[in-house]
């Protein structure tokens, strides 16, 4: 269930515990399995003492954004001005790379660098907790536990063979780390050395990197030179009873029923297997979309960060967008706006912690509390409303 407001609020103003309980018996539990898998009893030793748990990772199990933020404000942050202009300059930056992993794994330069946008802000940030403490404690407490011991030992295998250094190693809380923050197994399987330097190196070299992103996305079915799918507009008194991304037809079947392009593009019919995604339902935008959308979802399994990925993508080909709205009266913000939204919290008192445009449990608490301020219904929901109603209290007309 989703954390309630009040929940939320108690949450923020909770002080931190005393004491934690360590790792130290379940890390000796798992020492003989670490070792049975080639894991070395130095690494294992030398790698895993003196590691704590992490509440934080056990409370961020359970609220993933991807599937409780509405899909509006999650793309208002991810598929802003900023990141389409910065990952613009990468596409020029790095043209001759990106041109060397397309030849090599036939994926084009824009979805690349748009996984590398939404991943990490372009390596700007890895994500902010240690690694080896994070997946210590999943495979300790809480859901899935088999699954993030196999992470922590596949850790230990890549700091082992060289691969990684564990100095500074941070990522995600669930594990995910580098430049396109790879699980530790993915990087184990599926990363490659591009640039020629005897590693695999997904933190401190881009062309490893990059490469390896492109080999993901080929290897999880990606078609070279076809779109991952377009918006579409649906015809009046269509039935959109069937969609959703497992519920395919032949691309003929929606032609033939009047489904176009928004942009005015051709679609021309064919028997390409094709789903309906109506993400916010009906009265909100459509797309049709293919096997290479089926290829990013891979990436990571929600509809949002797919159509996050594909969408950034086409702006940074020079697209203008998605042409329908949301079907919502207050749009969500950019990461500009929501650090704005943030400064005016602190203006007002609130303490939010950084102001870094990212809108966690302190924010949403302060935010629910100058919507009760102001009369509204206290959601905790960073939108242009409560945006436009703090600037306009700091800046008062004349």
Request: charged share 20%; aromatic share 8%.
């Amino acid at each position: 269930m989703r954390p309630t407001l009040p929940l939320l609020l108690a949450l923020a103003a909770l002080p931190a515990a005393a004491a934690e309980p360590t790792l130290d018996a379940c890390l000796a539990g798992l020492r003989p399995q670490a070792l049975a898998q080639g894991i070395s009893g130095a690494t294992w030793d030398t790698h895993t003492a003196g590691l704590a748990r992490d509440q934080g990772v056990l409370d961020s199990l359970d609220y993933q954004p991807e599937f409780r933020t509405p899909i509006w404000d999650y793309l208002a942050g991810l598929v802003d001005e900023q990141r389409v202009a910065d990952g613009r300059a990468m596409l020029e930056e790095h043209a001759p790379l990106l041109a060397r992993v397309q030849d090599a794994h036939g994926v084009d330069p824009a979805t690349v660098v748009a996984v590398w946008g939404v991943e990490s802000d372009f390596g700007r940030t890895f994500g902010k907790k240690p690694l080896l403490g994070s997946l210590a404690t999943l495979s300790c407490e809480g859901r899935r536990q088999a699954f993030f011991k196999g992470e922590l030992f596949a850790t230990l295998k890549l700091i082992q063979a060289g691969d990684l250094s564990a100095e500074g190693l941070v990522g995600s809380w669930a594990g995910a780390f580098g430049h396109t923050q790879f699980m530790p197994s993915t990087y184990a399987r599926i990363a490659v050395d591009f640039d020629g330097d005897g590693r695999r190196d997904l933190v401190g070299s881009i062309p490893d990197a990059l490469a390896s992103t492109a080999n993901y996305l080929r290897r999880s079915g990606w078609q070279p030179g076809k779109p991952w799918g377009h918006e579409v507009r649906l015809p009046e008194g269509f039935d959109a009873a069937v969609n959703g991304r497992t519920s395919r037809r032949p691309l003929s079947h929606w032609v033939g029923r009047g489904v176009v392009r928004a942009d005015g593009g051709s679609l021309a019919a064919s028997d390409a297997p094709t789903a309906l995604l109506l993400p916010a339902g009906r009265e909100g935008p459509a797309f049709l979309v293919f096997k290479n959308y089926d290829a990013i979802f891979s990436y990571n399994a929600a509809e949002s960060y797919a159509l996050a990925i594909a969408l950034l993508a086409d702006r940074l080909r020079g697209g203008e967008g998605l042409q329908a709205r949301w079907p919502t009266d207050d749009p969500g913000l950019s990461r500009v706006e929501r650090r704005e939204l943030q400064s005016l919290l602190v203006a007002r008192g609130h303490d939010i912690g950084e102001v870094d445009g990212m809108i966690g449990a302190k924010s949403r608490a302060a935010i629910a509390l100058e919507q009760i301020r102001l009369g509204r219904e206290a959601d905790g929901r960073a939108g242009q409303s409560i945006l436009a109603a703090l600037r306009a209290e700091a800046s008062p007309a004349d």
